[in-house]
């Protein structure tokens, strides 16, 4: 028999419980961890400036239904022009064969839904389902361990190279009620293999919706993956997501993750070295402006010796944005020779809006080489006075350092075509932002009071 959920969480779950009895039993005890535990509150240190009464109140239940037809021009609006890539959709949550394009890939490499994975060879997922996110018992990562139901699966054979991207689009459209969706996807490197994922984040409409997404990525001896994660979610949207990720010796793991979109979002980072000599490399960049939350957690662990990690996110923040940004990074006893650095800096575009930030480093080794740091700032003064000095108008002279501010991060991306696109969404988001507020002359307000915690 189930147990209870925590109110308002309950009908995230769909009712149908299809899949071979493994994955029914691993549901069901996820569902058990679930009714054990007490629902994230302000209490806990990782939740303590980021309340979930405005998800709770949306009231979402899962999505039961085929997903929608989705209009050719429905998918093109969201299409980023000039990206050549292998592509994979998924509707609501649900894999979409008939707009993925997926006929070039090379031997070794096999790329498909989870739910028809399971149809065809159950087996073997049984072993690496839950195997990466192992022992964490966050919250909604259980719950979409509960609902697990479709998704995404790559495997790379060893030494396989996909020359060309692999694009994810998960794709809300259709909602007219309150829905939630919790696709899993799972991406798993063989020694030597070699992949770039791009894993998108959009949705059409003005209606609420939830997207609670799981990714767990194992990467073993060397192998090598770009993860460029953009979330663009609607306005009106709700995201969560939980990455998880284990690295073999001499693997390099490269994350970029942009936050531009929803109007709650929380996104939990794990990455774990289990072999020597590994790296990993983590940027971010989020803009949060009137009625948005973005909050970003990290947790990187030194399990082993000799590896290096690399933090670094940027965020601005207009009107009454608000973010939170959490960084931990663990050097565990015996990991000798590990080097660690992370960094968050941020914009205050205005008087209301407010980041806590809190990088954190935790050293149980010595011999070590750790650093970390936080700023949280304005335009400077005499930047805006030099443009200016120069005929440029206040708002586009603030429009330029912002975007020379964002653009250490946007740079790093692999394609043209997605820094262009990331580049003009935040162009826009600034425009939009300069009219909050704004001076006469379209610029911000100025932030004489940073609001700021640590």
């Not at 028999?1 to 549901?27: F, I, S, T, Y």
């Not at 039961?64 to 949550?93: Q, T």
């Not at 983590?282 to 990690?309: F, K, M, N, T, W």
Request: charge should be negative; glycine fraction near 10%.
């Amino acid at each position: 028999m189930n147990a209870p959920l925590a109110q308002g969480l309950e009908h995230w779950l769909p009712a149908p419980d299809a899949g071979p009895d493994w994955l029914k039993e691993r549901r069901q005890q996820a569902r058990a961890c679930l009714s054990a535990q007490a629902l994230p509150h302000s209490k806990q240190e990782a939740w303590r400036y980021t309340s979930l009464k405005g998800l709770l109140e949306q009231r979402f239940r899962a999505i039961d239904a085929p997903p929608s037809a989705v209009r050719p021009e429905d998918l093109a609006a969201v299409l980023i022009p000039g990206l050549d890539a292998h592509r994979v959709v998924l509707v609501n949550g649900r894999f979409a064969p008939e707009l993925s394009a997926l006929d070039e890939l090379p031997d070794g490499a096999r790329v498909g839904g989870l739910r028809d994975w399971l149809g065809r060879d159950p087996e073997s997922l049984r072993d690496r389902l839950d195997a990466v996110r192992g022992e964490s018992n966050a919250y909604f990562a259980l719950l979409n361990t509960a609902g697990l139901d479709d998704g995404l699966v790559v495997w790379l054979g060893a030494g396989v190279r996909l020359e060309r991207p692999l694009e994810l689009i998960q794709l809300s459209v259709g909602l007219d009620e309150p829905r939630v969706a919790q696709p899993r996807h799972l991406v798993q490197l063989e020694a030597g293999a070699q992949a770039t994922l791009i894993e998108r984040y959009v949705g059409l409409g003005a209606s609420p919706y939830c997207t609670n997404a799981v990714i767990e990525v194992a990467l073993g001896r060397a192998a090598r993956l770009r993860h460029e994660r953009l979330q663009m979610e609607g306005h009106n949207a709700f995201h969560l997501a939980g990455v998880y990720v284990v690295q073999d010796a001499d693997s390099h793991y490269a994350g970029l993750h942009i936050g531009l979109g929803a109007r709650w979002a929380r996104t939990e980072l794990n990455t774990r070295f289990r072999g020597e000599h590994a790296e990993a490399v983590l940027q971010g960049l989020y803009l949060a402006g009137d009625g948005q939350l973005l909050d970003y957690h990290l947790d990187i662990e030194h399990a082993v010796p000799h590896c290096r990690s690399a933090e670094g996110f940027k965020g601005l923040l207009i009107g009454q944005g608000r973010a939170v940004f959490d960084g931990r990074v663990l050097v565990a006893k015996g990991a000798q020779g590990s080097d660690a650095a992370m960094s968050n800096r941020n914009l205050i575009l205005s008087e209301q809006a407010e980041i806590d930030t809190k990088p954190q480093l935790e050293i149980q080794a010595d011999d070590v080489r750790c650093s970390h740091g936080t700023t949280v700032g304005q335009l400077e003064p005499e930047l805006l006075f030099y443009l200016r000095s120069r005929g440029i108008d206040a708002a586009q002279a603030q429009r330029m350092l912002c975007l020379g501010f964002a653009g250490e991060i946007i740079d790093q991306l692999g394609s043209e075509a997605v820094r262009g696109q990331v580049a003009a969404v935040i162009e826009q988001r600034l425009d939009e932002g300069s009219g909050s507020g704004a001076s006469d002359d379209g610029a911000f307000e100025p932030a004489p009071d940073v609001s700021r915690r640590t």
